[in-house]
Every structure is written in C-alpha cells, then in structure tokens.
C-alpha cells in the first residue's frame, strides 16, 4: 500500500473481538482521534472529566440503539489501550461538540463542515455501472487518524468503510451493493430534544442493510440530535438523497441519472418548513452544488471516474471550493477536505485520495 495511503485493518468475530483487532491494529490513529476530540472539547471549555461524564450520558443511548455498538466500541478501547468514554466521545463527537445541552445550549450555531456528495446512476454513467463519490471537509488532521475497515460479519452483509479511526462507520459499501456518504445540515430544530441515535451510528446502520428499502427504513427508524444529509445507493441501479431534520425527512432522487448534494436544503417542502442554518457559515455550498450538478448533468450518459475527479478536485473560490484547502475553522481548527473517495460498489472497490489538495494520488481498497 502506497506511503501516503489510509491503512486497511480487517475485523471479524464477535463485536467485542472486531473492536478489540480495530483498535490494536491501529492505536496511534485512534489516540490521534482521541487527541482531536479532547482538544476540540477543552477549547469550548469542557474539561476532560466533564467530557467523560457526558460520554457516560450518551452509553445507554448508544446501547438501547443497539447493545453490540457498544460491546464494539469497549473493544478498540481496549485494543488501543484508551479509556471507553474516549471512543463514544469519537463516535458521538458531533451531538457531543455542537449540541449537546450540558456542554453549549447554542453550539450549533457553530456547527459546520463542508462535504460535496454524488451519486451518478447507471444510466448516466460511460461505464453502465453506479458511481457514488464524495469529499469529506473536515479537520486537517484526520488526514492521520483515518482508517479503512474492512468488516467481516457473521449476520449480513461485509462492509468497506473509511471512517476516523475508533468509529464504527463514515462512508462506504457493502457487498449486497448499498453503499452511503453523507454531509452536515443545520436547522433550527437541531439539539432541541434527545435523538434515539449518534449520526455515525445510523449511518453503520445503513451499511448493515441487506438493500437500499432496509436501509432507507433504518434512517427513518430513528430520531437524531441534529441534522443530515445522507446519500443512499443500490449498485443495482438506483439512489436517493435523505435530508434528515431531527424529527423529519425530505426525500430527493436523480435527475437525469445524478444526484449531487452539498451543505444545504434543496428540497423545496424542506427549504418552506425550515430555517437554513449552516448557509451563513457555508454560503459556497450554493454554487458548489451548482458547478458539479451542472457539469455532471451535461455529461449525462457518459460520467466516467475521470468526470468526477474532475469535479471534485474543483478548485473555483478556493479555499472555500468544492475542493477545500486548509482553512481556519472554529476553535483554532484548520478545516480541508480530508479525503476524496469514489466508489463502485458492483466491482466492490473503493479508491481514496488522502489530502487531495495536496496530492491527488487515489488508492484502491476492495471488498
């Protein structure tokens, strides 16, 4: 594997034992994970056995959600020797950092991203197979702590996921062809009441459907914190978009055989019933969203991976482009866009450019 790639850790067994082999595999990235959080947490003011105690708060959410994410999460804690509350603070970190009520009643206000999603059908596509890609704009520094996992299960579908290391699940596919990426909304519904699960965790969820119906219904079967977007495909030829208020969803499907999603409300039923949050941190999402819809719908019929490298390596208002160079964020952060991934689940590959503002060099990982 290439020097500047993100490692491949294979897991099975029970749920304790695939925690146990992540976080051995990989101990250094998950206390790189553990760092991040720690810190991101005491600049907003929360010392470090506060941010334990709140942690403790979200583990019997997490195990009426489902007790074996759990059982998962004891195990990288003890396979990289950290304390458990850490890796629910890793999984938890968004409803923990911008939400959650003990810590900042208006943290939201704050809570931004950036994340450019699409979902290319087959009928669109030059090569008659769904492509499903994304850039994750996040902290700089994940470009240490991410991982790849490859999940052998006993009980479904095996899963490739790349996700920061000591989390359960970002982005990826299964080997029944579902695959799911997804980007930060705001509303003014958000941390307003208890969610029934973590936004990782959901999107773990998904990744456990057996098909895209199983995987749709697994979002709309639980509340959330906060809001959004989640991006849903089926290799057999189908996609969806999700705009997940906490209490609501607003459905989008391709035009012309393409999705593309940024960081705000499209739906026109979501842009009447709520109030668009994230545009005043996030206003480039607007012609983001525009640039790769309208480059990608001109192409329809002959999208291939090399359009959507093209377009995600869009470089227009930088740094605040579709591709995202370092920037400052909130808290003393540096935000870019962390990786690129492109996907195609029927071949069961996946290929990720880590810092791709820096060196646009993919890897290839397969399921």
């Not at 034992?17 to 990235?29: D, I, K, T």
């Not at 790349?162 to 579902?178: D, M």
């Not at 098909?211 to 977007?229: D, F, H, I, P, Q």
Request: glycine share 8%; aromatic share 8%.
């Amino acid at each position: 594997m290439e020097p500047n790639a993100f490692p491949l850790v294979d897991i099975s067994g029970t749920p304790h034992e695939m925690g146990r082999l992540h976080g051995a595999a990989v101990p250094r990235r998950v206390l790189a994970s553990v760092d991040l959080y720690r810190a991101q947490m005491l600049r907003r003011g929360v010392p470090l056995p506060e941010q334990h105690r709140l942690a403790r708060a979200f583990m019997p959410v997490i195990a009426a959600y489902d007790a074996a994410y759990l059982e998962e999460m004891a195990g990288i804690a003890e396979g990289a020797g950290v304390a458990l509350e850490d890796i629910v603070i890793i999984n938890c970190r968004t409803e923990m950092m911008f939400g959650y009520k003990d810590i900042a009643p208006v943290a939201g206000a704050e809570k931004t991203d950036g994340c450019t999603g699409i979902v290319v059908t087959p009928e669109a596509a030059a090569g008659g197979r769904l492509l499903h890609a994304h850039n994750w704009d996040w902290r700089e520094e994940c470009a240490d702590s991410g991982v790849v996992l490859r999940i052998r299960r006993g009980d479904g579908p095996q899963i490739l996921t790349f996700v920061e290391a000591g989390g359960l699940a970002r982005h990826g596919f299964n080997s029944a062809g579902v695959s799911v990426s997804g980007n930060f909304l705001a509303c003014e519904r958000d941390f307003i009441e208890r969610g029934e699960a973590p936004l990782g965790l959901i999107r773990r969820k998904v990744l456990e459907s057996a098909s895209l119906s199983e995987a749709m219904g697994k979002v709309w079967g639980a509340t959330r914190y906060c809001s959004n977007n989640l991006m849903l495909a089926d290799a057999g030829g189908e996609a969806v978009n999700l705009e997940c208020a906490p209490d609501e969803i607003f459905f989008l499907t391709p035009e012309n055989g393409v999705l593309v999603h940024a960081n705000h409300w499209i739906s026109p039923v979501a842009q009447a019933k709520l109030r668009d949050l994230g545009l005043r941190n996030n206003p480039d999402s607007i012609y983001r969203q525009r640039r790769v819809a309208a480059t990608l719908g001109a192409r329809a019929g002959k999208i291939g991976i090399a359009d959507l490298k093209e377009v995600l390596f869009d470089t227009f208002g930088a740094p605040a482009a579709v591709l995202r160079s370092p920037k400052p964020a909130s808290f003393d952060s540096i935000s870019a866009t962390v990786a690129t991934t492109i996907m195609d689940p029927a071949a069961r590959t996946m290929w990720i450019a880590r810092k791709p503002y820096q060196d646009q060099a993919f890897t290839e990982y397969q399921l």
